[in-house]
């Protein structure tokens, strides 16, 4: 699976933004995809997901103001990020999986990351 994702930039604290990732595959619907995250010095770090069911699971720092969900028809996975702050800064990373995790490790496929940076 190959996975592009997109829609990073440079916001003001308070601002949204949306990031999208592409993937490959005629699976698309089967699969569990989520978003991660790497802040400066930090390890990578789980954001929310989506199942192939449309269930949501969120990363307690962004309960409430982020929100996944996924196209199917256009294999396309999204993050709209709402009120963001400094502390979002961080590289995205979309990522595949079969099962339902938050691990990182669990992962198979990632895209390359994408760079939000929010200034204050």
Do not use: H
């Amino acid at each position: 699976v190959q996975l592009q994702a997109s829609g990073g930039g440079l916001v003001q604290a308070g601002d949204s933004l949306r990031l999208s990732c592409a993937a490959s595959g005629r699976t698309f619907s089967t699969y569990f995809m989520g978003w991660f995250r790497q802040r400066p010095g930090k390890e990578r770090e789980f954001v929310a997901a989506v199942s192939w069911s449309g269930g949501t699971y969120y990363a307690d720092s962004v309960k409430g103001r982020f929100t996944v969900s996924r196209d199917n028809a256009k294999n396309t996975v999204y993050l709209q990020m709402n009120s963001l702050k400094p502390d979002d800064t961080a590289v995205y990373y979309c990522a595949q999986n079969n099962i339902i995790s938050r691990l990182p490790d669990s992962f198979r496929s990632w895209g390359q990351g994408t760079l939000v940076t929010v200034s204050s």
